[in-house]
């Protein structure tokens, strides 16, 4: 499930005004189709956006969030596949041979969709935050269900006392990654499922020919916020690719034009060995972690040698030959190549060019 295509559904439920379900993943043990720290949300009429077993256990996640969304009680489920003879009986037979724990909570107008609607922003903006959800509880005061979430700037908390918050921050700061941890509150024991805000990534294609729309379609398919920029205002005209930012930009103005810093990735493919140049060493300036080049390492070593000093600036970063060499021809192959290693490296399986199984 694409983040994007989660966050997209959540303004489109919100400006109905009515109760969502937000479930979230706190815990897996064995093999298991999702891992901790996977959302999805589910609407009136059984809508929902996001897959957190491949549809087999979608059907009574959504009766479980009918009763969350009547009664406003935050509700946690186990579903354990490890027992193939229990998976069958119960009739879900799963065979993914694992666990999983799931937390479910009601998100509505009285509390403004929070901390959902807070953290669906931060993710589209690419801010780096964490939040804490109260997920067991033995303090009266700290109701299950109660959470914080916070970035460097920003903040808030529900049901969440303030002498208690610091000892939140702390507990979320040990933790960079999804975790259920314990915090022993003056009141009671609590339980808490501490996640990092996942974030949007963002895509720039330079070149707009016939090879980019299908690099455009997959990167929607994965979620990617894509923009695309051409020195030819007639390749921009043909583009027929998805893009929420699609323009006509020369090298010289691309720093100006666009906040270059917000992209994850970038992929020079205007076939054209001047204009490549120019815009590798515009790039070179940004912190992009990602910059792919179409063509043989003959050619990136050219265009790396012809802009100078701005090469050093790109170690580490460049992807030349672009994509994984997962065999194929044509625009299609290509592009899947590129996709396949841009997530790759944006999810940390790839850590560097050097790691790349060929172009």
Known sequence: ??????????????????PLVWVTVIQTEGNTYSKAGEQMLIAAGGQFQGLLSGGCLEGDLLEHAEEVRR?????????????????????????????????MQRLDAKTDY???????????????????????????????????????????????EEALQQAVLNE???????????????????ELF??????VPRLLIIGAGPDASPLASLAAMLGWRTSVVD?????????????????????????SELDLDVFDGAVLMTHNQARDRAYLAALAGAAIPYVG???????????????????????????????????????????LSIAAQLQAVFTGVLGSPEQSLGG
């Open 71 to 103: 009664t406003g009680k935050p509700h946690r489920v186990f579903y354990d596949m490890r027992d193939v003879q229990a998976d069958e009986l119960w009739g879900l037979g799963l065979g993914c041979d694992g666990a999983l724990s799931i937390f």
């Open 114 to 160: 929070q901390p959902f609607a807070d953290l669906a922003e931060w993710a589209w903006e690419g801010r780096l935050g964490a939040c804490a959800l109260v997920v067991e509880s033995a303090d009266a005061s700290t109701p299950v269900g109660s959470s914080l979430w916070q970035t460097a700037e920003l903040g808030g908390a529900l049901g969440m």
């Open 172 to 190: 979320l700061g040990r933790h960079p990654g999804p975790a259920l941890t314990s915090l022993q509150d003056p009141g009671g024991a609590l």
């Open 293 to 335: 080049m179409l063509g043989p390492a003959t050619r990136r070593d050219r265009l790396l040698q012809e802009i100078g000093d701005a090469a050093l600036a790109l170690q580490g970063r460049v992807y030349g030959p672009v994509g994984l060499g997962l065999g194929g021809r044509g625009p299609e192959a290509i592009a």
């Open 231 to 255: 020195f030819r205002q007639s390749a921009i005209d043909r583009f027929t690719g998805p893009a929420e930012l699609l323009a006509c930009v020369d090298a010289g103005e691309l720093s």
């Open 1 to 18: 499930m694409a983040l994007s295509q989660l966050i997209q559904s959540f303004e489109q439920w919100r400006e109905l005004g009515e």
């Open 194 to 199: 501490c996640m990092p805000v996942p974030k």
